[in-house]
């Protein structure tokens, strides 16, 4: 029997650095191939990271940057088609480019280059989830449906930053999960960056059954809390690699499911197998391809 | 300079926890468990050699017990293991002062006492502020705490992480009534608001009899620390339990490596932070 695939389902690749959130001077494909294939052991076994889901540079996408959609996923482009076994093409989607072309480009990406996921940080492109008061709601309506209409044309999951005031607050992936139940969304870290914003992000994912979380930054407590919330299944592993290191990432999220408690919470083996990659492989459609 | 490693943050209980929750137990035996597992440190593979073991806090803060009965099952933990194991008395200002705190000096050499414990938020008082409220009743629960730290060249540790009663800059005032008293800033005010560590960076940075704990701080605050203050004043932390040493100390250890993932630290720097400067602060000999 084969053993399951691990799938890192958040990094990011840059041959400069990262500007805005400051990691530098560079973090290449192969530096993340190497991180992907460093020596470690996960459930007993030595184990590479099989697949990751690979973005540009957040800093590269800000509302001020001289680059366009292209440009900012030229790299990423490069890389998944030296290592396409490997590498996994990631969007990130400033709203706001939407209309300048970027539409354009996403669907050739997915469609020809078999990018698979969509990246939203509010935070950094500056705007409200959709929320119910009319003003700014129905900005943000504006911004982000044909996003979301967008990935469910094209089966894409999308995974939304949370984790600080005032934007990235996870409550407020609520109403837009419901709007588009059958889009698959991604609370990423759990909600927990800057600010302690699990629980939150745990009581969208109970109430939205298209909604799952990742699991970098987040702390071994609230891992185990997520999976008692909402199962195994719709917990994913991330790293968040670079600034954070995937063989920690790994160790923190392996030793809270499987050590028993008060370490861990004693999950059967096949559990942390889902989170660690194959609820992934479902969300990516990789079984399928 | 030492390479042992040294986890001064560890907490043992042979029950659940009444406060925070977390059980069934965590004895003592698994913490020494846990404490010769294989850790992967730069490459080569080591063990932790000595633990600061504190009592389940909740015990120090419901049930009316005194400081004795709070940490019996530690006493007994640290006879069984006098090699392996030191104590961090945490003390709970509110029950506990003045009348107790005579029974730390007793413990000083019996139990290996190398600091002492506050935690703020458990025991719910603010430390002295500035200002005479509630600055002047915060100074009768802590400052014969302090005195105490002082007569017996302790470090005290404090607990930080959340408003209201836990903000690192809230140690401040304290700080700088008693600058010889090292002050260890446990989780750097990240244990449930990861941002705070900027402000313990900012803490450490200008007050220097403060130190700053990794538990529960995210990597980029980890890198932040080691430009701001340098690898002396760092200290690698567990919590264990309910966290995990592995990942703990995997999160210092990366300070190795080259950035972006880490800062490329030096061995002996890493060392100091993951053992050497508890070693010099606690007087712990490994």
């Not at chain 2, 592995?246 to 490329?264: E, F, I, K, M, Y």
Request: include cysteine; charge should be negative; proline fraction near 9%.
């Amino acid at each position: 029997m084969t053993t399951p695939m691990i799938i890192d389902a958040l990094t990011h690749i840059s041959p400069s650095p990262d500007h805005v959130i400051g990691w530098g001077p560079r973090f290449l494909a192969e530096d993340l191939i190497a991180q992907m294939d460093a020596p470690r052991k996960v459930l007993g076994e030595a184990a590479r990271i099989d697949k990751a889901v690979v973005f540009p540079a957040l800093g590269d996408t800000v509302p001020t940057s001289p680059l366009s959609f292209d440009q900012q996923h030229q790299y990423v482009l490069e890389s998944v088609g030296r290592y396409p076994d490997r590498l996994i093409g990631g969007l990130i989607l400033h709203a706001r480019l939407w209309g300048d072309g970027a539409e354009e480009s996403v669907r050739r990406l997915v469609r020809q280059h078999n990018f698979r996921m969509f990246y939203i940080h509010p935070s950094l492109h500056k705007y409200w989830l959709p929320i119910k008061t009319p003003s700014e709601g129905e900005g943000s309506r504006q911004l982000l449906y044909p996003i979301f209409e967008c990935a469910r044309e094209l089966g894409i999951p999308i995974l939304i930053h949370t984790g600080e005031q005032p934007y990235s607050v996870p409550a407020t992936v609520d109403y837009v999960a419901g709007q588009f139940p059958d889009v698959n969304i991604i609370v990423a870290h759990i909600g927990t960056q800057g600010e302690m914003f699990a629980i939150e992000s745990l009581l969208v994912a109970e109430r939205n059954p298209n909604v799952y979380v990742e699991t970098s930054f987040a702390q071994p407590h609230m891992l185990i809390e997520a999976v008692h919330t909402i199962g195994p299944d719709r917990v994913v592993f991330g790293s968040n690699c670079p600034p954070l290191e995937p063989t920690e990432e790994l160790m923190g999220v392996e030793e809270a499911l499987r050590l028993d408690p008060p370490i861990g919470m004693g999950l059967p083996e096949d559990g942390v197998r889902k989170v660690l990659g194959g609820n992934s492989a479902g969300l990516l459609s990789l079984e399928t391809r | 300079m030492t390479e042992a490693i040294i986890d001064p943050h560890c907490h043992i209980i042979p029950h659940r926890e009444p406060v925070w929750g977390w059980g069934p137990r965590f004895t003592v035996e698994r913490l020494i468990a846990m404490m010769d597992a294989d850790y992967d440190v730069m490459g080569e593979t080591k063990h932790v050699e000595k633990a600061v073991v504190m009592t389940g806090l909740g015990l120090t803060a419901v049930g009316h017990r005194s400081l004795l009965e709070a940490h019996q099952y530690v006493l007994e933990s640290i006879k069984k293991y006098p090699d392996r194991l030191y104590l961090n008395p945490v003390i709970n200002p509110r029950a506990w002062v003045p009348n107790e705190l005579d029974l730390v000096r007793q413990w000083k050499d019996q139990y290996n006492v190398c600091m002492m414990k506050l935690h703020p938020s458990m025991h719910n008082y603010y430390l002295p502020s500035y200002g005479p409220y509630p600055g002047e009743e915060s100074k009768k629960l802590t400052y014969p705490v302090f005195e105490l730290a002082k007569e017996l060249g302790l470090p005290i540790m404090i607990h930080m992480g959340e408003s209201p009663y836990s903000i690192p800059a809230q140690i401040a005032p304290i700080a700088e009534t008693f600058p010889d008293v090292p002050i260890l800033c446990a989780h750097s005010g990240a244990n449930n608001i990861p941002s705070n560590a900027l402000d313990a960076i900012l803490l450490a940075r200008t007050h220097e009899n403060v130190y700053l704990g990794t538990s529960w701080v995210q990597m980029p605050e980890v890198v932040q620390m080691y430009y701001a203050i340098g690898p002396n004043k760092i200290f690698y932390e567990s919590d264990c339990s309910p966290r995990a040493m592995a990942p703990s100390l995997r999160l210092v250890t990366n300070l190795h490596l080259a950035a972006p993932l880490g800062v490329g630290a030096s061995r002996d720097d890493v060392y100091k932070m993951i053992g050497g400067n508890v070693s010099t602060l606690c007087h712990i000999v490994a």
